[in-house]
C-alpha cells in the first residue's frame, strides 16, 4: 500500500540536438543508421507478451530506397485482434489495481530510455522507416515521444489531484477509474510520436490497449513496444497487432468490452469508425470514448502590411517540411496582390536550393513520401494543374520514382479559389496559393472559412496590431492551432496543444489534461462519518 503523497520529479520538455559537423550524437546517429542498415529485422506482433509470428511476411523497406530490405514483419488476421483483446481484458485487473506512481514510473523511464540509450536507434528506424532527415526525426520520435510520456504523467497527477469540497462531517472524493473494458489505439505512420501516445495516454490512467499501428510504420512501432517492456510495462497492457485495418475494426468495434478509441489518421476513415460505433452501440457496456485527429487542410494568410519574406520562408518551412505529410502542413496560401512578385522571388530562391533525396544525405531537405499509392496521387494532382488553364506550376512539379517516391517541393498558383488542390488534402510536399487584390481581404477570409472542411491549423501574417486582434477573431473556428507571425506547424507537447476541429477531429488536445480525462470514468463518494438516526427534518417540527 502506498505510505506517502509523492511528488513527481520536475517535469519539462526535452532539448533537441544539433547533430552540427562533428557533433557526438550526428556520429552516433550514423553509426545507429549503418547498423539499422546492415540488419534484416524480423517483426512480430506482441500480443500479451508474447511474441507471435505468422509466416506471412510483409517487407520493410525504405521510401527513399526501395531496392534495400530493412526487414519484415509478420501480418497477422482477426484471430490475432481477438487474441490482442483476450489479453488486454486478463491483463486489466491487475494493471488498474496498479498505484499511479508505479504506472507513472514505467512512462517516466520509457521517456528517460528514448532519450537516453535508445535515442539514436528511434532516429534511425524514423529516418530509415518513414523517410524523416534528421532535425524531424529528432523531434518527433525522441522528443515530442519522450515529452508525450513525461507531461501524461504530469497531467495524470494533476487530474488526480481535483477532488471536490467536502461540508462537516463528511468526507468527499473523486476516484479517477479507467474506462471499464479496452482501447483501441488505432495510429498513423506520419509521427511516431503519435504512435506511442496513442496507446500510452489511456494505458497510463489504467486502461489497457489493443495497438494497430499503420503499416507503414510497423518499424518504429516495434521499437517502443520494446521500449516501454523494458520500462516495466506488464504483459498484455499494451498490445501490439499487424493486420488489415477493416478485420481489426471488424473485431473490435462489435465487442462488448470495446471502451474507446484514440485515433490518427484520415477523416473518412474516422467517419466510419464512428459510424459503426452507432450501429454497435447496443452492444456496448458503456457508451465508447471516441477521441480523434482526422485530415487538414491548413492555410496561411498574408495581408498587404505582412513581411513578405517571413510569409515565404513560413511558406517553405510550413509546406515542404517531411515532405508535406504532417497533419499541420501548409497546403493552401492566401497572398495579396501587392506582395506576391516580392513574395514570389523568395519562395522560388530557397525552393530552388533545396536539396531533395536520401534521408543518410543529412544535407537533403526534402526526402521521399511514404509510399507508391500517395506518390501517385500527388504526381497525378501534380499533372492535373500543368494541364489545367486554371493553374500555374510557379515552382517545382517534377516526380520520380525509379528509386524512391521523390515529389518535389511544388507551388501551384491558382486563379479560382475553389480549384481542387485548394480544397482537397493532398497529405505531401504540393502547397496551392490564391493572390487576391488588396481591398478584397473580407471577401479573401470568407473565401478561407468556407473554402474546406477542416480546421486543423491556420496562420496570419500581418504587422498591423489592429489587424492581427480583427483577423484573430474573424477566423476563430478555422482552426484548433492558430499561428500569428509563424508556420503552422511544430507544435510543442505543453506549449502548444495540438488538435483541431470541424472534419479535423474531436480537438481533445494530445498531451493536455483534456485528453487524459477522455479515458477516465470518475466515480464521486461520499462518506458521513456518524450517521443519521432519525428520518425527519427539522422543517417538519411546528413552533
Request: net charge negative; hydrophobic share 40%.
Amino acid at each position: 500500500m502506498a505510505k506517502g503523497v509523492y511528488q513527481l520529479p520536475e517535469i519539462s520538455n526535452e532539448p533537441i540536438m544539433s547533430y552540427a559537423p562533428g557533433s557526438p550524437e550526428k556520429k552516433a546517429l550514423k553509426q545507429a543508421i549503418a547498423d539499422a542498415r546492415a540488419t534484416v529485422a524480423d517483426i512480430p506482433m506482441i500480443i500479451g507478451g508474447q511474441e507471435t509470428r505468422t509466416g506471412k511476411l510483409v517487407d520493410i523497406r525504405p521510401p527513399h530506397d526501395r531496392q534495400h530490405l530493412l526487414g519484415h514483419y509478420h501480418q497477422g488476421d482477426r484471430s490475432h485482434v481477438r487474441a490482442a483483446i483476450d489479453a488486454a481484458m486478463t491483463a486489466k485487473p491487475a494493471w488498474e489495481k496498479m498505484h499511479w506512481e508505479s504506472r507513472a514510473a514505467i512512462f517516466l523511464k520509457a521517456a528517460d530510455l528514448i532519450a537516453g540509450p535508445y535515442r539514436q536507434q528511434m532516429n534511425a528506424a524514423t529516418m530509415l522507416g518513414q523517410s524523416k532527415n534528421a532535425f524531424q526525426a529528432e523531434i518527433d520520435c525522441v522528443c515530442e515521444l519522450a515529452d508525450f510520456f513525461r507531461f501524461n504523467v504530469k497531467n495524470m497527477y494533476d487530474i488526480y489531484h481535483q477532488q471536490p469540497h467536502s461540508s462537516p462531517g463528511v468526507w468527499n472524493r473523486l476516484e479517477w477509474r479507467p474506462l471499464e473494458g479496452f482501447v483501441w489505439a488505432l495510429t498513423p505512420f506520419n509521427f511516431t510520436s503519435i504512435a506511442g501516445n496513442l496507446p500510452g495516454a489511456p494505458a497510463l490512467v489504467g486502461n489497457v490497449c489493443v495497438w494497430k499501428p499503420s503499416k507503414t510504420a510497423v518499424y518504429p512501432a516495434h521499437l517502443i513496444m520494446k521500449i516501454l517492456r523494458e520500462a516495466g510495462l506488464p504483459d498484455g497492457v499494451i498490445n501490439l497487432v499487424y493486420c488489415p485495418g477493416p478485420a481489426a475494426a471488424e473485431e473490435i468495434l462489435a465487442h462488448e468490452h470495446f471502451a474507446g478509441i484514440h485515433f490518427t489518421g484520415s477523416t473518412g476513415v474516422f467517419n466510419n469508425i464512428w459510424e459503426n460505433i452507432g450501429k454497435n452501440i447496443g452492444k456496448y457496456r458503456s457508451y465508447p470514448r471516441v477521441v480523434g485527429e482526422t485530415g487538414g487542410k491548413d492555410y496561411i494568410f498574408a495581408d498587404p502590411t505582412a513581411d513578405p519574406v517571413a510569409v515565404a520562408v513560413a511558406m517553405t518551412r510550413g509546406a515542404f517540411e517531411y515532405q508535406g505529410q504532417k497533419c499541420s502542413a501548409a497546403s493552401r496560401a492566401y497572398i495579396p496582390a501587392s506582395l506576391w512578385p516580392s513574395i514570389r522571388r523568395r519562395l522560388q530562391q530557397d525552393i530552388a536550393s533545396i536539396k531533395t533525396g536520401n534521408v543518410e544525405d543529412f544535407t537533403n531537405f526534402v526526402n521521399a513520401v511514404i509510399d507508391e499509392d500517395s506518390f501517385d496521387k500527388l504526381a497525378a494532382a501534380i499533372d492535373a494543374a500543368k494541364a489545367s488553364p486554371d493553374a500555374e506550376i510557379i515552382a517545382g512539379g517534377t516526380h520520380d520514382k525509379t528509386k524512391g517516391f521523390f515529389i518535389a517541393p511544388t507551388v501551384i498558383r491558382v486563379n479560382r479559389p475553389d480549384y481542387n488542390t485548394m480544397r482537397e488534402e493532398l497529405f505531401g510536399p504540393v502547397l496551392t496559393l490564391y493572390v487576391y487584390d488588396d481591398d478584397k481581404v473580407e471577401e479573401t477570409l470568407d473565401l478561407l472559412d468556407s473554402g474546406s472542411i477542416y480546421a486543423l491549423t491556420g496562420a496570419i501574417f500581418s504587422n498591423s496590431r489592429a489587424n492581427i486582434e480583427k483577423l484573430t477573431e474573424r477566423l476563430t473556428h478555422t482552426a484548433g492551432n492558430f499561428y500569428i507571425n509563424d508556420k503552422p506547424t511544430g507544435a510543442v507537447v505543453d506549449q502548444q496543444p495540438f488538435g483541431g476541429g470541424r472534419a479535423s477531429g474531436t480537438n481533445d488536445k494530445a498531451g493536455t489534461v483534456s485528453n487524459l480525462l477522455r479515458w477516465v470514468s470518475p466515480r464521486a463518494i461520499k462518506e458521513t462519518f456518524v450517521s443519521a438516526t432519525d428520518y425527519t427534518y427539522p422543517s417538519f417540527l411546528e413552533e
